[in-house]
């Protein structure tokens, strides 16, 4: 899971209004993304909606834990739907709770990722992986490793775990950018 040093996502707090596992800003559980799929690691995963909660460290200052996903890819709630331009995020346990991304440090540039959404499959193209300190890093090192998760004006598909296995001191970042789009009543 993400540490409390990730910074708090922002826009409000859908825990604390009681809609994590309900409708997001109105949207119907259906525009969710709702499946993935990485070839090149054996990943085929229903895809659930991550939100977070609040909780306070113990000078008093309030720090966000993400809700993460057993047995499932996450997207974060916070992030753009995949019809939508912006940053998708998905994160996914290594080592426990499913394990969905145990492989993901073994994603290559060029590898294509499948995310579905209603009715569309994306097809994402990855362009950039990353393995980068997080549990001892400095802030600097925190604050770029947060940057990847924040939204960018471009079509991007950003999926993230911690790395190795069964430790949390690093991230595992795979970014892909999507270059097509199928239109269907099958999927």
């Known amino acids: 899971p993400l540490p409390p040093t990730v910074p708090p996502p922002t826009g409000p707090n859908i825990q604390e209004q009681g809609l ?63 019809s939508q331009r912006g940053n998708v995020v998905l994160s996914g346990h290594n080592s426990i709770g499913g394990s969905v991304f145990s492989n993901l440090g073994n994603v290559q540039v060029g ?28 802030e600097e090192q925190r604050a770029e490793n947060a940057a990847l998760m924040q939204d960018h004006n471009d079509d991007r598909l950003t999926l993230i775990s911690c790395w190795p296995a069964y430790s949390d001191t690093h991230r595992v970042f795979v970014v892909a950018y999507k270059v097509k789009v199928y239109h269907s009543n099958l999927y």
């Open 111 to 138: 590898d294509k990722i499948f995310l579905w959404q209603e009715n569309e499959m994306y097809v994402y193209q990855v362009s950039e992986t990353s393995i980068v300190p997080e549990r001892f890093a400095s």
């Open 20 to 82: 994590a596992t309900g409708p997001i800003m109105g949207l119907d559980r259906a525009v969710y993304p709702s499946r993935l799929i990485v070839p090149s690691i054996d990943v085929n995963t229903v895809v659930e909606t991550m939100g977070w909660y609040s909780k306070f460290d113990s000078a008093g200052t309030p720090y966000s834990v993400w809700n993460v996903v057993d047995n499932a890819a996450g997207w974060h709630a916070n992030s753009a739907l995949p």
